[in-house]
């Protein structure tokens, strides 16, 4: 078996044999992607979180049917606020329906 962990250097550059890319290439690459999910945590944590979810949003969160939504609204299963022909939902009012539904005991070892 070759020796693939040997060291050459070429210019200012240390290579592995039958190596394509540098170790610093790989070092500038790893800095590079730190520095772009740093960005993009940054950003997420800097919007705004949404007060109000949509019906589509709600069946799309919960997987469940438009009829499924029209009856928790009709027997007041979960709270809503009508504007302009739009239901809108609260997420806290979401989470206590699902805090409420949750069944058995959380068993850590």
């Given at each position: ?96 329906l699902l805090q409420s ?9």
């Amino acid at each position: 078996m070759s020796k693939v962990h040997e060291l050459q250097t070429v210019g200012n550059k240390q290579l592995l044999l039958h190596q394509l890319v540098t170790l610093e290439d790989l070092r500038d690459f790893k800095t590079e992607l730190l520095v772009s999910f740093k960005r993009l945590l940054d950003a997420a944590a800097n919007q705004p979180v949404k007060k109000w979810l949509k019906s589509y949003e709600v069946e799309e969160f919960l997987g469940i049917s438009s009829n499924t939504l029209l009856t928790w609204r009709n027997n007041g299963t979960l709270p809503y606020s009508p504007l302009g022909g739009i239901y809108y939902y609260d997420p806290g009012d979401i989470e206590k329906l699902l805090q409420s539904k949750k069944h058995g005991n959380l068993k850590i070892k």
